[in-house]
């Protein structure tokens, strides 16, 4: 005869799930909540039930799906039967099951949720594959968020508690993908200080290619910024992934080592290509193979992740390899071990990502190495890396604004330089609007973005200085600006200037097109309208160099006018037919339950007084009631 299945469940921090099932056949299963739990549970069962009849699955695994799949037919067909043998009886049990179902749901709708990635759903989109934990917890604490525990929560004293700090300690992943789960700590990875402590090095760094940039407006020039900044970048991007990765007491100091280098770094850049390019690599190779050799230590530490990185490390090596055979090699010939070695930094992980997607169509052997060595995987903490890339454009515009400014000496200082600084300002605006309210954009072509924009605002405050057209009294400028400024703007710098602009217009356009675009009935302009329309700007300003004739002034002007018609055209398009443009013409509405009278609460709302709700309540009977007030 076949059994009916029973459920033991388990608690944990987020909510409760199913811990042990009982298939119709009589086979036990057992459900872990962490691959770690997994290997524990499956050895003490040996011991506890040695008769065999048990399964142990992870829980969100294809396994426990299709165990749960197969209780759930066991249970239909139960339900069936039971609704062919008793009737009237069942379909009143029924509607009475429907009713608490529906009022559990409305509760759970209504009631507060204490998960921190909630709030985050509708912004990055919800995964059934994502199991979050406790960053202190055991490994059965991991499951998917839940509303009924959080009530439980001690929340004054986890307000009180604090952490202690150790010199060292093991270090943990906070999260990672394992056969196809995401699993990651519940808290939230909050920007940290020292991270903005290192942001504030790239300031200088960014200044100085920029500035080098506008000062050299030839092919070589913008060949050399290239170079020096995707250097740079990658810098960036090692630290933020080992931050998101990982997280110990080691990891401070490295971040410290990788100041140094880049201190270091930064004073070799402007000469580099002439005699400071071995300095400038060694710093490179230095924060590089210290960061190989930190993989390695994780590697050692950590050996759910050793494959991924031994894989990175490997990664680091080659092109160390390729860096220094530049030093070695003259200009322009180490060109092509600069572009391979570029190549393999900033994309040579595509190649590892690529393989272990495709390993089933390698060998058995290879396949089975692939689906071993890289079983764990370590995930990038999406909310994290956001904060830290929007971090690093907000210095890019704070960079455009600082390059604008100088001093006047004028008695009055209301002339065309103060006009062009004025309007490259009113750009910056611009740009800073759509990037964090119109198109929120993501990271996979932020380099080509923020080089555009930066070598664009370098080239910019060479143009305010320039004294090529009206009201341009050269004398007006302080000492040192006085040096800078220049009868004439060369062609190269139009170039950098416009190019830069119109390239990261493309750029935010490109990024924009790869998100799910949030849409609301009545839109006015439809997202790949104002796209295409973002887009034409973008090639009229990368072609706005061809019109000889333009002055600085005419030419900031007309780039500026340009993207305000972009900003324009999306705020427009954001709004909706339905509502005015202009102002809100809802009125508004108050509901209150009291012991006042209706026509004593109109009253003074209409005189504009303050409700004394004491004072009218004595002696009235009270009413409740919706007022709508304009």
Known sequence: MT??????????????????????????????????????????????????????????????????????????QRRRELQQTHGHLYEDFENVHTQLSALATELHLLSEHGVALDANFSKYGYSAHLRTREPDSSANSAVTPSHDTNEKRD???????????????????????????????????????????????????????GDNAAEHPTGKGLLEFAITFAIGWKMWTDLTLVISWFDDIFQRLWVMFEMICLFGYTLNIANSFETTWAQLIAFFLAQRLFAASYYLWIAYTLPMVRGYMLANTILVVIPSALWIASIHTDYPSRLGYIFVALWLDHYGMVLIIASQRNAKKFPAKLAAAFA???????????????????????????????????????????????????????????????????????????????????????????????????????????????????????????????????????????????????????????????????????????????????????????????????LTVDLYGSTSVLDDFWRDKKMCKYSAECHLKKKDIETAFTKGETIAVEKLSKGNEGEKCLFEMS
């Open 155 to 209: 929340w004054n004293a986890e307000l009180r508690s604090g952490k202690a700090l150790k010199f060292w300690k093991k270090p943990v992943v906070r999260q990672y993908f394992h056969k196809g789960l995401l699993w990651r700590a519940s808290d939230i990875e909050e920007v940290a200080s020292f991270e903005l402590f290192v942001d504030l090095l790239y300031v200088g760094i960014i200044a100085i290619v």
């Open 372 to 566: 071993r060595w890289f079983e764990f995987f370590p995930a990038v903490n999406i909310e994290h890396k956001t904060e830290r890339t929007n971090a690093f454009v907000t210095l890019v515009f704070g960079y455009s604004v600082v390059a604008l400014l100088f001093q006047n000496r004028a008695a009055y200082g209301i002339n065309a330089f103060f006009g062009k600084a004025v309007l490259g300002l009113i750009q910056a605006f611009c740009f800073n609007w759509l990037y964090f309210e119109i198109a929120t954009v993501w990271i996979s072509t932020h380099l080509p973005f923020i080089m555009g924009y930066v070598i664009a605002g370098a080239s910019l405050s060479k143009l305010v200085l320039a004294h090529d057209s009206g009201d341009t009294d050269v004398e007006t400028l302080g000492e040192v600006y006085l040096e800078r400024s220049e009868p004439e703007v060369p062609i190269g710098l139009r170039w950098f200037y416009c190019g830069g602009l119109g390239i990261a217009l493309l750029c935010m356009s490109a990024i924009s097109m790869s998100h799910i675009h949030k849409e609301f009935e009545g839109q006015r302009i439809a997202k790949r309208y104002r796209l295409a329309v973002r887009v034409a700007i973008a090639i009229v300003l990368i072609c706005l160099p061809l019109a000889h004739g333009l002055s600085s002034l005419e030419l900031i002007s007309t780039t500026t006018a340009l993207v305000a018609l972009i």
């Open 3 to 76: 059994s009916t299945p029973i459920f033991e469940t388990a608690s944990s921090h987020h909510g409760r799930w199913l811990r042990k099932l009982l298939r119709p056949d009589g086979r036990r299963v057992h459900i872990a909540g962490s691959p770690e739990e997994h290997e524990r549970l499956r050895r003490t069962l040996s011991t506890v039930e040695p008769d065999g009849q048990f399964d142990v699955y992870i829980h969100g695994s294809d396994e426990h799906l299709e165990v749960v799949r197969e209780i759930h037919a066991h249970h239909e």
